[in-house]
């Protein structure tokens, strides 16, 4: 069953096309995670299959029924926001029920209804608390699970773990992971962190300035990426791009090489000179300056030292580089490299 159809979604304000041609389909019970630079349209395109804002042209479909005329409460989808949207002046009891009663509920199955959503985050001992005497992390919770109360057909996340600290990013990542298994409800999912991406989805799409570039698999997005927009947004630290002038025999195609597939190696075809080293404990990153304005990062495993300025050389198997036409920018899958 299909959860969501977008067709040719366009979306302008004043003369900015914020939304263009937008084609997407989910299936029931997909995690898709939307990533893409800063005012690329994530938020617009959630708002819009929310209903808080509506498309200049295009059809959304959820689940088999056209809602572009609906209200946001018709949809039945909930919106978690980054910023929690809380209501501060309620307790945590009050902020949950108030989406329920709008629903028309009898005061027994809000409680009960409550009661299950509370247990589900932990947050039952913190009922009787308004949003000012909790964490950031609490506060987030209470964020969700205002969503969740209401059972709805499906999630819009914008990126929800973006104001939490590393440790409590990684629990409640591991919570909605969970959650969603267990309920199996279809979830779409902004968020800037690559983990989020690679970890949560089922698919990624990758959007730039208001199109959907590519949708697929994390590994397929990793490992084969359709253009070089895709291939320098996924991936952390990003792949390198060899510029043709800098490798000779590569007049037309431009070299992708990730930080983890190039090696130091003495007589190795690329040569320059130490910028920066960064020691992450588990790997150091190695930037060099390697002539022409290009700068490449390696990825070495382990605990490395570097000198600024020490010269450096390296390499990478030819099997680990994808080509870029120099031109459009699209992958080029049907030749061998071979330098
Ligand atoms: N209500 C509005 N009126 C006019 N322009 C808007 C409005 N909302 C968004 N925009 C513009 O639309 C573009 C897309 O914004 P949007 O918030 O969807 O980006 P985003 O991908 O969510 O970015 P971020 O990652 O920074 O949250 C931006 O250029 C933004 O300035
Ligand atoms: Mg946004």
């Given at each position: 069953m299909i959860a969501l159809r977008l067709t040719d979604i366009q979306k302008t304000y004043g003369d900015n096309?914020?939304?263009?041609?937008v084609n997407l389909t989910i299936e029931d019970g997909e995690f898709i995670v939307i990533v893409g630079p800063s005012g690329c349209g994530k938020t617009t395109l959630l708002r819009v299959i929310a209903g808080l804002e509506r498309p200049d042209a295009g059809e959304i479909m959820l689940f088999d029924t056209v809602v572009n005329e609906m209200s946001p409460a018709q949809r039945e989808v909930a919106m978690v926001f980054q910023s929690y949207a809380?209501?501060?002046?309620?307790t945590v009891f009050k902020n949950f029920e108030f989406a329920l009663k709008l629903a028309g509920m009898t005061s027994e199955q809000i409680q009960q209804r409550i009661d299950e959503v509370a247990q589900t985050l932990s947050l039952s001992d913190y009922l009787d608390r308004k949003p000012s005497e909790l964490s950031g992390g609490q506060r987030q919770r209470v964020a969700l699970g205002r969503a969740l109360v209401?059972?709805?057909r499906m999630f819009l996340f914008d990126e929800p773990l973006s104001n939490l600290d590393a440790a409590l990013r990684m629990n409640t990542r591991i919570e909605i992971a969970d959650l969603h298994r267990t309920l199996k409800t279809p979830i779409l999912y902004v968020t800037h962190d690559q983990t989020e991406a690679m970890t949560l989805a089922d698919r990624i799409v990758v959007m730039r300035a208001g199109r959907i570039e590519q949708i697929g698999a994390p590994l397929e997005l990793y490992n084969t990426p359709n253009n070089r927009f895709v291939a320098g947004f996924i991936g952390s630290p990003a792949m390198n791009f060899i510029e043709p002038d800098l490798l000779p025999g590569l007049e037309a195609a431009c070299i992708g090489v990730r930080p983890e597939h190039l090696f130091i190696a003495e007589d190795g075809r690329l040569s320059g000179k130490v910028l920066l080293h960064e020691r992450l404990g588990t790997d150091t990153h190695v930037i060099a300056?390697?002539?022409?304005g290009q700068k490449l990062t390696v990825r070495l495993p382990g605990q490395w030292e570097f000198e600024r300025g020490a010269p450096i050389a390296f390499d990478f198997a030819d099997a680990d580089a994808v080509l870029f036409?120099?031109?459009?920018?699209?992958?080029?899958?049907?030749e061998p490299i071979s330098l």
């Open positions: 096309h914020v939304l263009c041609d809380l209501y501060p002046h309620l209401r059972k709805p300056d390697v002539g022409a036409d120099a031109q459009d920018n699209r992958i080029i899958v049907d």
